[in-house]
T-cell receptor, first 117, second 116 residues
Framework: GDSVTQMEGPVTLSEEAFLTINCTYT??????LFWYVQYPGEGLQLLLK?????DKGSNKGFEATYRKETTSFHLEKGSVQVSDSAVYFC????????????????FGKGTLLTVNP | ETGVTQTPRHLVMGMTNKKSLKCEQH?????MYWYKQSAKKPLELMFV???????ENNSVPSRFSPECPNSSHLFLHLHTLQPEDSALYLC???????????????FGPGTRLTVL
């Protein structure tokens, strides 16, 4: 079945440090890939997405590139801020070969990021 | 009001109580979802509704009973819960690709449920 594996947290960084959160996946079909972020006390917010191989999703300084050859979708940011402290979830959604939509998202366990001033 | 809203935000209940969680989406989407978020575990999809019809039930115990009266509202009725049911319950909605959308799911803030 489909699965998503994220690096274990927590991750603690100083402000302006470089961030990488690794994400790899296994899936049938042709997955779309997502990063969601959950700030303390809130629900999940879509951060970025990529729908096909070599696509790069980006938002708020975060980037992730869909690497089909390595089945990865690592999240990166060049300079983190205290306000980036949150839990980050990698997720996939598969689309069947007929082009139909499978609306089920499969999530990783989440990675807690803490950024210190 | 825009987006996906959930009420209440926090709920404490005894094992013999009956309570309901409410979700409302203001995005015109056709599909709605219930997820359970427990500590140290991935989000678990519980139920999916598409145009008010339940299309997915991920082996959820019968003490959780969903209701979708229309495409904008989704309820989760709770009765005789167990302490291990304590979790954050998240609602989401999307416009599915077959309905002309992009299938991106938008989440509400969640209801933090504690079962004593």
């Amino acid at each position: 079945g489909d699965s998503v594996t994220q690096m274990e947290g927590p991750v603690t960084l100083s402000e302006e440090a470089f961030l990488t959160i690794n994400c790899t996946y296994t899936a049938t079909g042709y997955p779309s890939l997502f990063w969601y972020v959950q700030y303390p006390g809130e629900g999940l917010q879509l951060l970025l997405k990529a729908t096909k191989a070599d696509d790069k999703g980006s938002n708020k300084g975060f980037e992730a590139t869909y690497r089909k050859e390595t089945t990865s979708f690592h999240l990166e940011k060049g300079s983190v801020q205290v306000s980036d402290s949150a839990v980050y979830f990698c997720a996939l959604r598969t689309t069947g070969p007929s082009g139909g939509s499978n609306y089920k998202l499969t999530f990783g366990k989440g990675t807690l990021l803490t950024v210190n001033p | 009001e825009t987006g996906v809203t959930q009420t209440p935000r926090h709920l404490v209940m005894g094992m013999t109580n009956k309570k309901s969680l409410k979700c409302e989406q203001h995005l015109g989407h056709n599909a709605m979802y219930w997820y359970k978020q427990s500590a140290k575990k991935p989000l678990e999809l519980m139920f999916v509704y598409n145009f008010k019809e339940q299309t997915e039930n991920n082996s959820v115990p019968s003490r959780f009973s969903p209701e979708c009266p229309n495409s904008s509202h989704l309820f989760l009725h709770l009765h005789t819960l167990q302490p291990e049911d304590s979790a954050l319950y998240l609602c989401a909605s999307s416009q599915t690709r077959l309905a002309g959308g992009k299938d991106t799911q938008y989440f509400g803030p969640g209801t933090r449920l504690t079962v004593l």
